[in-house]
């Protein structure tokens, strides 16, 4: 798969992480619901910020950028909730999806370091990095809960 679309695909695993992180903040319940709310408030916004981030990257290469529900969820892995889930499974379910996050950033930082697209992939570096600490921090919840 070339650049473009495996930045495509970032961006749309990207946006439903940060949909569904959004919901969960709507929806969350619970002894810590403090705790989560915010903190998950603090994850979409910054999720929100790399949507853009990631589609200048698109646009850097001279493509067009998705920006509909329907191309989203054709590009995206990461699976649609309709559920509100316990506070836990919310955690469970964006541990998982920032594993997608994540793979899909290496697959584009990989194609953009082949393609020598320096700043493409400094900026993907800074993303991974930004996903390692969000999985931290999500993972760290579970053992309380």
């Given at each position: 798969?070339?650049?473009?679309?495996?930045?495509?695909?970032?961006?749309?695993?990207?946006?439903?992480?940060?949909?569904?992180?959004?919901?969960?903040?709507w929806n969350v319940e619970g002894m810590f619901f403090?705790?989560?709310?915010?903190?998950?408030?603090?994850?979409?916004?910054e999720l929100f910020l790399a949507v853009d981030l990631?589609?200048?990257?698109?646009?850097?290469?001279?493509?067009?950028?998705?920006?509909?529900?329907?191309?989203?969820?054709?590009?995206?892995?990461?699976?649609?909730?309709?559920?509100?889930?316990?506070?836990?499974?919310?955690?469970?379910?964006?541990?998982?999806?920032?594993?997608?996050?994540?793979?899909?950033?290496?697959?584009?930082?990989?194609?953009?370091?082949?393609?020598?697209?320096?700043?493409?992939?400094?900026?993907?570096?800074?993303?991974?990095?930004?996903?390692?600490?969000?999985?931290?921090?999500?993972?760290?919840?579970?053992?309380?809960?």
């Amino acid at each position: 798969m070339d650049l473009v679309e495996l930045l495509k695909r970032v961006q749309a695993n990207t946006f439903a992480m940060y949909l569904k992180s959004h919901n969960f903040h709507w929806n969350v319940e619970g002894m810590f619901f403090a705790q989560f709310h915010d903190f998950f408030a603090n994850l979409y916004n910054e999720l929100f910020l790399a949507v853009d981030l990631i589609a200048e990257l698109i646009r850097t290469q001279d493509a067009y950028v998705p920006g509909s529900l329907s191309r989203f969820a054709e590009l995206s892995s990461v699976q649609d909730e309709n559920a509100v889930p316990s506070a836990r499974d919310m955690v469970m379910k964006l541990v998982a999806d920032n594993d997608i996050v994540r793979a899909s950033l290496y697959d584009a930082y990989n194609a953009a370091n082949a393609a020598n697209e320096q700043g493409v992939a400094n900026a993907l570096q800074d993303r991974i990095t930004a996903h390692d600490k969000h999985g931290w921090m999500l993972r760290s919840f579970l053992k309380q809960l």
